[in-house]
């Protein structure tokens, strides 16, 4: 099965600051991955998709890029309501659809 | 708008059963292949379960494989997961979360319910 793992696995900044998370998987999965934030008390919700499709929605200060094997979420003009937990998620081809272990995001 | 409501969790002994439920509204919930993953304490996202749009195809991780029974249906706008010889790794919060698709592959989950606590305690 592929594996996902992140880095950092927290981080703190401040308002305004912009900041790079990274996903690395364990074999090439193309451009399959997404990217999720998931806020205490509240479900996931996606952001990314395909790599670098920003759902819709989801605000323009996030962007996501990389293929094959490294990607990246970054988060332009950090603001409070982005403090949350940010999960990367293959889905090259079925089933098990891995996730990342997180980035913890504070302000 | 899409809405996912998830019911049925609560405290359950070692051992016990259970069955989660998760109610879909405004969309066509048929269409779209259907999913269960959890949260544990203190843990990230795990993938556990998957239903094609038509019922005929399902997955399930190897944490959960033989316990857990995942089914919809589709005339009530629901999902469901049996669970049973339910263990203390169990114990999570369930989500059901809706594919972007008709089946399994390559499935990113596009809206989630706001999940359901599944405690094990004898």
């Known amino acids: 099965d592929i594996q996902l793992t992140q880095s950092p696995s927290s981080l703190s900044a401040s308002v305004g600051d912009t900041v790079t998370i990274t996903c690395r998987a364990s074999?090439?999965?193309?451009?399959?991955v997404a990217w999720y934030q998931h806020r205490p008390g509240e479900p996931p919700k996606v952001l990314i998709y395909?790599?670098?499709t920003l759902q819709s929605g989801a605000p323009s200060r996030f962007s996501g890029g990389g293929a094959r094997t490294h990607f990246t979420l970054t988060i332009s003009r950090l603001q409070t309501e982005d403090v949350a937990t940010y999960y990367c998620?293959?889905?090259?081809?079925?089933?098990?659809?891995?996730f990342g272990p997180g980035t913890k995001v504070e302000i | 708008e899409v809405q996912l409501v998830e019911s049925g969790g609560g405290l359950v002994q070692p051992g016990g059963s259970l069955r989660l439920s998760c109610e879909a509204s405004?969309?066509?919930?048929?269409?779209?292949?259907m999913h269960w993953l959890r949260q544990a304490p203190g843990k990230g996202l795990e993938y556990i379960s998957g239903?094609?749009?038509?019922?005929?195809?399902?997955y399930y991780a190897n944490s959960v494989k033989g316990r857990f029974t995942i089914s919809r249906d589709n005339s009530m706008d629901t999902l469901y997961l049996q669970m049973t010889s339910v263990r203390v790794d169990d114990v999570a919060v369930y989500y059901c979360?809706?594919?972007?698709?008709?089946?399994?592959?390559?499935?990113?989950?596009?809206?989630w319910g706001r999940g359901t606590l599944v405690a094990v305690s004898s």
């Open positions: 979360a809706r594919g972007d698709s008709a089946w399994l592959l390559y499935s990113t989950f596009d809206y």
């Open positions: 405004g969309s066509s919930f048929r269409n779209y292949a």
């Open positions: 239903i094609s749009s038509d019922g005929t195809i399902t």
């Open positions: 074999q090439d999965i193309s451009n399959y």
């Open positions: 395909a790599a670098y």
């Open positions: 998620q293959h889905y090259n081809g079925g089933p098990p659809f891995a």
